[in-house]
T-cell receptor, first 116, second 115 residues
Framework: GAVVSQHPSRVICKSGTSVKIECRSL??????MFWYRQFPKQSLMLMAT?????????EQGVEKDKFLINHASLTLSTLTVTSAHPEDSSFYIC????????????FGNGTRLTVT | AQSVTQPDIHITVSEGASLELRCNYS??????LFWYVQSPGQGLQLLLK??????LVQGIKGFEAEFKRSQSSFNLRKPSVHWSDAAEYFC?????????????FGGGTRLMVKP
């Protein structure tokens, strides 16, 4: 079945540094990928919609300069948390859908980011 | 605007007992409805989905859900819960014209299973 791979699964970084998270669709092409953020014991909050070959669409309240999204190919989207601060510590999850089959979203296993 | 409500934040059931997780939605058009399960520190796994047709849908791991348009509900059920079912469950709604479009999630229900 369709698989979305997210890397790394866990990352610890120092305050002020940047962290890149990758989201890959392994056996299908995804024109659109979605990035979610999940705080402990809470639901998923959509951060942005990543569109292949064009700029990402950010949800209200999400800083586009802080959370840089690049969707350079039909199988890869990256989220870069720039100048990370402790309040950016969270669980980040990406998802994607097979553009050819209009299938439901498949989710990556998430990335636990801890900023010290 | 669309919204999804899962009234129960936590539910505890005994192993072998039946389970029903509630989900109510508000959506301006015909929705696609989904249930996902999340184990700790993991992503989401699709349990089942409703697009159209039979309002009782079967999913993986013995789960089923029933779409009731009149009640705007899509409750998840399982006749006999196993200890491995302990996890967080999310109901979600999306636009009917695009199954792969962004979803709106409910707040989640944490299921605990007593031995």
């Amino acid at each position: 079945g369709a698989v979305v791979s997210q890397h790394p699964s866990r990352v610890i970084c120092k305050s002020g540094t940047s962290v890149k998270i990758e989201c890959r669709s392994l056996d299908f092409q995804a024109t659109t990928m979605f990035w979610y953020r999940q705080f402990p014991k809470q639901s998923l909050m959509l951060m942005a919609t990543s569109n292949e070959g064009s700029k990402a669409t950010y949800e209200q309240g999400v800083e586009k300069d802080k959370f840089l999204i690049n969707h350079a190919s039909l199988t890869l989207s990256t989220l870069t948390v720039t100048s990370a601060h402790p309040e950016d510590s969270s669980f980040y999850i990406c998802s994607a859908s097979d553009k050819d089959t209009n299938s439901p979203l498949h989710f990556g296993n998430g990335t636990r980011l801890t900023v010290t | 605007a669309q919204s999804v409500t899962q009234p129960d934040i936590h539910i505890t059931v005994s192993e072998g007992a039946s389970l029903e997780l509630r989900c109510n939605y508000s959506y301006g058009a015909t929705p696609y409805l989904f249930w996902y399960v999340q184990s700790p520190g993991q992503g989401l796994q699709l349990l089942l989905k409703y697009f159209s047709g039979d309002t009782l849908v079967q999913g993986i791991k013995g789960f089923e859900a029933e779409f009731k348009r009149s009640q705007s509900s899509f409750n998840l059920r399982k006749p006999s819960v196993h200890w491995s079912d302990a996890a967080e469950y999310f109901c979600a709604v999306g636009p009917a014209n695009n199954a792969g479009n962004m979803l709106t999630f409910g707040g989640g229900t944490r299921l605990m299973v007593k031995p």
